[in-house]
């Protein structure tokens, strides 16, 4: 059980806002209102404020009580108070950014240190991943709560490498052990985290690696990942302005290429990001697809031409617009890779009825309109509830038998 966000700025208000609705049909169908979205996850990846989100969800809260994860809806909250503070506008953006950063990263060290400050790899509810560039050898470094070898690498150094996006933000240096870390935004590489999140899981199974053993039931006979019994959602950030003509790029130099001075974007960023994302996530519907299991997996993401913010612009205009696209996307028709030609394309409506009598219930209800993207996100949070129930009985099981045979045990040397 996969969950996926990419990076976008403060265009993470849009997987906020989509993570707040899977939550609350989690904790209905459930019937926990303390359910948080850790829970139901083995994997949480997420790349720069996807990076940041997963953290947040899959971290203790040091402010609750009972130590658990903040709800979704308090990272929307989040963006919303620190969002303004961390893209701080400024009249000297384009002069600063031709020698410096385009902003200090200050209020965002400091924003993630009151987050994170003390939180190891180790510490959080379910396992995590975050993605980050070395720029001294221009690898991808996975920053990963299994890695044995970075168990006890800080939430915060990993949060501030994962968001440390070229252009805005310094770049991250710190030491590990006797290891120097030179990071920035893992965005540059894979701004849609989802097929790092699979390779890695694959590769975890196939290493039999026992901290990984809810992957497959059989640890001494492991089996290739399968992508059958697989599920993931990727919640997408969508992208700046999405096309630019060649006649205008064509006079651009490096100024232009930087920073598009119209309509404050950074074209060379922009194009970098929104291109590996979409890549990406044609690549894992495609990989779904071949495996005939399209249904497992769902992508979320706002359609080209339903905004135009730039990941920092964080005026309150454009966070009530982000905050509108999250709950606009909800409503659209799901997306699914088309094999003849691999782009996306609407869901056909099934004719197959479901079987379970809930989910018959959600068919009848959308029979007369188009899947959408909250129905589909419901149907996913039941498997979820229900494979989350499944492991819980077969741990309580797994206990008993194991108290039962110790009991025994204590038996027969007392004889």
């Given amino acids: 059980m996969v969950l996926s966000i990419d990076g976008g700025g403060i265009r993470g208000l849009i997987p906020s806002v989509v993570l707040t609705r899977l939550e609350e049909h989690l904790k209905e169908i459930d019937g926990d209102d303390d359910a948080r979205i850790a829970d139901y996850f083995d994997l949480i ?91 001294h050898d221009g690898s991808v470094r996975h920053l990963g709560s299994w890695d044995t070898s970075k168990l006890n690498l800080s939430l915060e150094d990993a949060c501030i490498a994962t968001t440390a996006a070229p252009l805005y933000f310094p770049a991250h240096g710190f030491l590990h052990g006797s290891k120097k870390h030179n990071l920035v935004d893992g965005g540059v590489a894979a701004n849609n985290p989802t097929l790092d999140a699979l390779w890695w899981i694959m590769k975890e199974v196939e290493n039999k690696n026992p901290v990984n053993s809810d992957f497959h039931a059989d640890i001494d ?42 309509d404050g974007h950074t074209p060379l960023l922009d194009i970098l990001f929104s291109a590996n994302a979409s890549l990406i996530s044609l690549n ?13 997996y769902l992508r979320i993401n706002p359609e080209p031409g339903d ?55 959600d068919a009848e209800q959308t029979d007369h309109a188009e ?3 909250d129905a589909e996100l419901k149907k996913f949070a039941r498997t979820l509830v229900k494979e989350r129930n499944l492991r819980l009985d077969r741990e309580q099981e797994e206990e008993e038998l194991k108290q039962r045979l110790c009991g025994g045990q204590e038996g027969a040397k007392n004889q």
């Fill in 45 to 135: 990846s997420g790349t720069s404020t996807g990076g940041l989100i997963a953290a947040m969800l899959a971290a203790p809260d040091k402010k609750s009580r009972v130590q658990r994860p903040k709800k979704a809806e308090e990272i929307t909250k989040f963006y919303e108070d620190e969002g303004p503070k961390i893209f701080s506008r400024s009249s000297w953006g384009l002069l600063r950014m031709l020698f410096r950063p385009k902003y200090d990263g200050v209020a965002l060290r400091d924003a993630i240190k009151r987050e994170m400050k003390g939180i190891t790899l180790v510490k959080t509810v379910t396992r995590i991943m975050v993605p980050a560039v070395d720029i």
């Fill in 284 to 296: 894992t519907g495609y990989l779904f697809h071949l495996h005939k299991c399209q249904d497992n």
């Fill in 221 to 262: 006979n492991p089996k290739p990942f399968d992508f059958n019994k697989g599920l993931v959602i990727s919640i997408g950030t969508g992208s700046a302005k999405q096309s630019y003509e060649a006649e205008e790029c064509a006079r651009w130099g490096i100024i232009g290429w930087i920073y598009n001075y119209k």
């Fill in 307 to 361: 905004y135009d913010v730039s990941l920092d612009d964080a005026t309150g205009e454009n966070r009530k617009k982000l905050i509108k696209v999250g709950k606009d996307v909800l409503d659209k028709p799901v997306m699914r890779v088309r094999f003849e030609d691999k782009k996306w394309a609407r869901q056909p409506k099934s004719d197959n009825k479901a079987d379970d009598p809930e989910q018959a219930d």
């Fill in 371 to 373: 899947h959408t993207n």
